[in-house]
Nanobody, 120 residues
Framework: QVQLVESGGGLVQAGGSLRLSCAAS????????MGWYRQTPGKQRELVAI???????NYADFAKGRFTISRDKAKNTVSLQMNSLKPEDTAVYYC??????????????WGQGTQVTVFS
């Protein structure tokens, strides 16, 4: 069984920073892409940033220049450094990863989500 556990959400004033972390654990054979998504009530979940196994990154337009995704392959973790936060960044942030478990093929796993609230 594979789990993704996020941490680091919270309440921050506009212009501030937060760092989200996500750790994958369990019967992992290999990890492909790891990424962050976010969702607000009434809206579809949207991509924030993604990092592939070789380290290529892709960011949503709203994240470019403010957010940085990074990955520690040895620890099976992915982080999202968020700077210059705006109230519109308020959302539940989800970690996601395409993981090949030892007991099954590649599958997209999701964390439970962590709330980020930015106040002005």
């Amino acid at each position: 069984q594979v789990q993704l556990v996020e941490s680091g959400g919270g309440l921050v004033q506009a212009g501030g920073s937060l760092r989200l972390s996500c750790a994958a654990s369990g019967s992992i054979f290999s990890i492909n892409a790891m990424g962050w998504y976010r969702q607000t009530p009434g809206k579809q979940r949207e991509l924030v940033a993604i990092i592939t196994s070789p380290g290529r990154t892709n960011y949503a337009d709203f994240a470019k220049g403010r957010f940085t995704i990074s990955r520690d392959k040895a620890k099976n973790t992915v982080s999202l450094q968020m700077n210059s936060l705006k109230p519109e960044d308020t959302a539940v942030y989800y970690c996601s990863s395409t993981i090949v478990a030892t007991t099954r093929g590649a599958y997209d796993y999701w964390g439970q989500g962590t709330q980020v609230t930015v106040f002005s």
